[in-house]
């Protein structure tokens, strides 16, 4: 058994990874950088943090539960673009790498204040996408917060073929409307936005239970988000924690089969561990019965 023994740990110590079937996938994610992102109303860790920060924190967490062979992208979206910061790359030989860019994308990349997601963003992630090739998905983050705000005869696009790239919109923030921090050209904080620097929705477009605007306040636009999401054949879920974004990223229905190369050294290791308890544990419990007895 100890020669065995042996001979499997040598194997595990120099076997070559083998190329297995397993689902994998492949996405370019999409952070909104706009100035609703600052929002603090979220939890991490029993503390309040931005909603670009616990999209991060979500996003970490996911990106160590996917499978190797999987592939990520980041881009990040404001106004009516969302512009490519890194192509897919795999997941487990790039985890570090994409680790760390992904700790850099923050509001200092933003290029302008406005947000036009229906309009522009997530069409534009979509042509990302699409560029990408290799049946990339989608997942685009964001509050839904439009500014300027859609108003009801605005029309969305409807130029996106569900059947060419799929993807998720994925919620994130509180359901009562907070203040918005305003930042500077340098990313500084400088107090929040207030009702007459950003445009309202005109009084004749507002509601009976809504008659005065306040776009100088955000919350989540979950039901906007996810209607957008049912015109484009995406689906919708909210960011509540980081298993929601997991899960939704292994999702079977966005995931293919292909060969991966994957690491099965544990295999001979385990076998090689289970003959040294079979060869040596009638030892060690007769060597505890004379313990006992002296």
Aim: aromatic fraction near 8%; charged fraction near 20%.
């Amino acid at each position: 058994m100890t020669l065995a023994a042996l001979v499997l740990l040598v194997a595990a110590l120099a076997l070559p990874p083998v190329a297995l079937l397993r689902n994998t996938s492949s996405y370019i994610v999409t952070f909104d950088i706009t100035q609703s992102m600052n929002v603090e109303d979220v939890v991490l860790n029993g503390t309040p943090v931005s909603r670009l920060v616990f999209a991060r924190a979500a996003m970490r967490d996911a990106l160590g539960q996917l499978p190797c062979g999987s592939k990520i992208g980041w881009s990040a979206f404001t106004g009516q673009r969302s512009f490519l910061l890194l192509s897919p790359v795999e997941v487990c030989a790039n985890y570090d790498a994409l680790l760390s860019s992904l700790d850099r994308i923050d509001g200092n990349m933003r290029w302008t204040n406005y947000s036009r997601i229906a309009e522009g963003g997530v069409y534009s992630a979509v042509r990302v996408a699409q560029n990408a090739g290799d049946g990339t998905a989608v997942v685009f983050i964001t509050d839904g917060q439009e500014a300027p705000p859609l108003l009801p005869s605005d029309a969305l696009k409807q130029d996106i073929n569900p059947a060419h790239v799929k993807g998720w919109l994925v919620g994130v923030g509180g359901d009562q409307p907070a203040p918005v921090p305003r930042t500077d050209a340098n990313g500084n904080r400088v107090g929040y936005w207030q009702r007459d620097e950003v445009v309202q929705v005109p009084p004749m477009h507002a509601s009976a239970t809504h008659a005065q605007s306040h776009e100088e306040l955000s919350a989540l636009q979950g039901h906007y988000l996810m209607s957008v999401g049912e015109q484009i054949g995406f689906g919708y879920r909210r960011l509540a924690d980081a298993a929601s974004l997991r899960d939704a990223m292994l999702d079977a229905r966005l995931a293919r089969r292909e060969k991966v190369p994957t690491d099965v050294r544990w295999c001979p290791a385990l076998l090689a561990l289970l003959l040294l308890v079979a060869r040596f544990m009638p030892d060690i419990a007769v060597w505890f019965a004379r313990e006992r007895r002296g």
